[in-house]
């Protein structure tokens, strides 16, 4: 059995090593290292593939999402609902902003931002919801975007974990995640399930108007070169992440297959026994990427199983281990524990297991079997 990986980025590498390799040398003799030829086409490729009127690229997941919230005008003291239950990122960038974030409880099943929480959370200064698609499954997206039509608010969706999923919405048609919403940001890192070599980001929207303002910020507030009309940053994808990600892009939908395939081969084994929760699909198989494939362990047995786990050399993640408005730098009196009682459950449960495209049937047989017997032992 080949030595087991959370990730084999490596392993992935060597069905696209030709055309990356050519790629890379071409961006090399051509110099055109920012803002080249890759980076455009790359650009109207993913425009192309999430059926979206426009990406723009920038230099990562975290950007993106805050170039999203300066796109919108938001202002300080400005009110923005996010999940209690997830990266660290988004809450970040509320708080840069000097935007003031609204922690909600999650889904015990889906893992995502409850939608009855958001409501409850809303006030005359909210002014935006950030629902993270996390761990690969879509968000409860008409319900979410029903809310924010009643209330007129903005709606960024955080697709860094989602990208390739698909959203059926009750209106009949079937949407990618990340461009239900006014305006959808995701990252390139490597480990996500369209990763590049190094750091990238996009941000996707439907509206012209506020992707032309978006396009500004990303490079300096500048749309005539050398008047700054606001305030921008300088957040670019470069050429070489651009060529990888080309690369990758028309292997996406099979990679999330691949992905899917072992989650269902973890669910089947894991099926029936005690004290295991396996992740729900909340619709159709394709709405769920899987970029981590997420266990609930109950009984307080999670920290004696990440040990086990640990010594048998099998690789696991704890995403997510402290609720974000338990963290230090997020803490605020206003939040009453009473809230929060699902993420504060979840991260004694949650344990990732190993997730990638290039797992092997035999080293999820390995990694199942090693969890059942310490759960029975
Ligand atoms: C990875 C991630 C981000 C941030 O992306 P970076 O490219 O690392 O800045 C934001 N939100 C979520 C949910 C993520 O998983």
Same mark, same amino acid.
């Given at each position: 059995m080949k030595k087991i990986q959370m990730v084999d980025l490596k392993g992935q590498y060597e069905g696209i090593k030709e055309q990356v390799n050519t790629s890379f040398q071409q961006v090399i003799e051509n110099a055109?290292?920012?803002? !080249?030829?890759?980076?455009?086409?790359?650009? @109207?490729? +993913?425009?192309? %593939?999430?059926?979206?009127?426009?990406?723009?690229?920038?230099?990562?997941?975290t950007d993106a999402l805050q170039i999203a919230m300066m796109g919108l005008g938001l202002k300080p003291g400005d009110e923005v609902i996010t999940a209690d239950f997830t990266f660290a990122a988004t809450v970040e960038v509320i708080a840069l902003l000097q935007l003031t974030p609204v922690l909600v409880d999650v889904e015990a099943d889906s893992f995502n931002i409850d939608p009855e929480a958001?409501?409850?959370?809303?006030?005359?200064?909210?002014?935006?919801?950030?629902?993270?698609?996390?761990?690969?499954q879509a968000a409860n997206m008409d319900v979410i975007m029903e809310i924010a039509e009643e209330h007129h608010l903005f709606v960024i969706e955080d697709n860094a974990q989602?990208?390739?999923g698909n959203y059926h919405s009750k209106n009949g048609k079937t949407y990618k995640t990340g461009t239900l919403g006014h305006? !959808?940001?995701?990252?390139?890192?490597?480990? @996500?399930? +369209?990763?590049? %070599?190094g750091d990238g980001g996009a941000i996707f929207t439907n509206d012209d108007d506020l992707a032309h303002t978006m396009r500004g910020i990303v490079n300096h507030g500048m749309y005539e070169r050398y008047h700054h009309d606001v305030v921008g940053v300088n957040s670019r994808l470069d050429s070489l992440q651009a060529a990888v990600l080309r690369a990758k892009l028309p292997k996406l939908d099979f990679y999330n297959k691949t992905r899917r395939k072992s989650a269902d081969t973890y669910s089947k084994a894991f099926q029936g026994e005690e004290g295991v929760i396996t992740p729900l699909r909340m619709g159709d198989a394709d709405t769920h990427v899987y970029h981590q494939y997420t266990l609930k362990i109950q009984n307080g047995k999670r920290d004696a199983l990440a040990k086990h786990l640990q010594e048998q050399g099998i690789p696991f993640g704890i995403y997510y281990p402290i609720p974000l408005h338990k963290q230090k730098a997020y803490a605020d009196s206003r939040y009453n524990e009473a809230d929060f009682p699902i993420t504060n459950q979840l991260v004694q449960e949650v344990l990732s297991l190993p997730m990638h495209t290039e797992l092997e049937d035999e080293q999820i047989d390995f990694i199942s079997k090693t969890i059942i017997e310490f759960l029975k032992g």
């Open positions: 055109a290292f920012i803002n !080249g030829p890759e980076v455009q086409q790359f650009q @109207k490729e +993913l425009e192309e %593939y999430l059926d979206v009127k426009n990406v723009i690229p920038c230099a990562n997941g958001i409501k409850k959370a809303i006030t005359p200064k909210t002014k935006a919801i950030v629902p993270v698609h996390l761990f690969g989602a990208i390739g305006i !959808g940001a995701t990252s390139f890192f490597p480990s @996500k399930n +369209l990763g590049c %070599y």
